[in-house]
T-cell receptor, first 112, second 114 residues
Framework: AQKITQTQPGMFVQEKEAVTLDCTYD???????LFWYKQPSSGEMIFLIY??????QNATEGRYSLNFQKARKSANLVISASQLGDSAMYFC?????????FGTGTRLKVLA | DAGVIQSPRHEVTEMGQEVTLRCKPI?????LFWYRQTMMRGLELLIY????????DSGMPEDRFSAKMPNASFSTLKIQPSEPRDSAVYFC????????????FGQGTRLTVV
């Protein structure tokens, strides 16, 4: 069965530093999509970045980049130059077929 | 577009009462998903529709839960009768057909059953 694993329940990072949030996935399909979402304390789900399984380049969106290692089935999110507003819950998700499956999330706290 | 619209934003009800959550997806989106978020279980997919047809309801916890999508612009999730363990945030999300498309989430409905 498809599965997303986020092994870091919580992370701290100093403001202006970079941080990596881990995500591994399990699927037997060749075609799939990987997503990261941010959920601030206000509760909404904000889409950050997408990586397709056939994309050869790692996805980047501003300060967010996705370190995609297909052979290892990992899709880590890298946030560069952390800001206080980055403090939130971060979810890794996979679209396998029609469904979006989410990991348990990592709570990131950015320290001033 | 206004995005995915859910109502109500907050609902407090007594155990045993019927609760109906509503969702208006983004126009043109073919897929609609209902998720439940709790601290213990994270984000669980309850059911999803494609072109108004329920495709997979294997995540619906029990017969007390039902979902409908009478047309492309409206869906409901009903709990009857409600129980305290149903307390959670319920999200509706929609997405168009095609790979590489993220799910667009509504603001969620925070349900409290007392």
């Amino acid at each position: 069965a498809q599965k997303i694993t986020q092994t870091q329940p919580g992370m701290f990072v100093q403001e202006k530093e970079a941080v990596t949030l881990d995500c591994t996935y399990d699927t037997s399909d060749q075609s799939y999509g990987l997503f990261w979402y941010k959920q601030p304390s206000s509760g909404e789900m904000i889409f950050l970045i997408y990586q397709g399984s056939y994309d050869e380049q790692n996805a980047t969106e501003g300060r967010y980049s996705l370190n995609f290692q297909k052979a290892r089935k990992s899709a880590n999110l890298v946030i560069s130059a952390s800001q206080l507003g980055d403090s939130a819950m971060y979810f890794c998700a996979m679209r396998d077929g029609d469904k979006y499956i989410f990991g348990t999330g990592t709570r990131l706290k950015v320290l001033a | 577009d206004a995005g995915v619209i859910q109502s109500p934003r907050h609902e407090v009800t007594e155990m045993g009462q019927e609760v109906t959550l509503r969702c208006k997806p983004i126009s043109g989106h073919d897929y609609l998903f209902w998720y439940r978020q709790t601290m213990m279980r994270g984000l669980e997919l309850l059911i999803y529709f494609n072109n108004n047809v329920p495709i997979d309801d294997s995540g619906m916890p029990e017969d007390r839960f039902s979902a409908k999508m009478p047309n492309a612009s409206f869906s409901t999730l009903k709990i009857q009768p409600s129980e305290p363990r149903d307390s959670a945030v319920y999200f509706c999300a929609s997405t168009p057909t095609g790979g590489g498309k993220e799910a667009f989430f509504g603001q969620g409905t925070r349900l409290t059953v007392v």
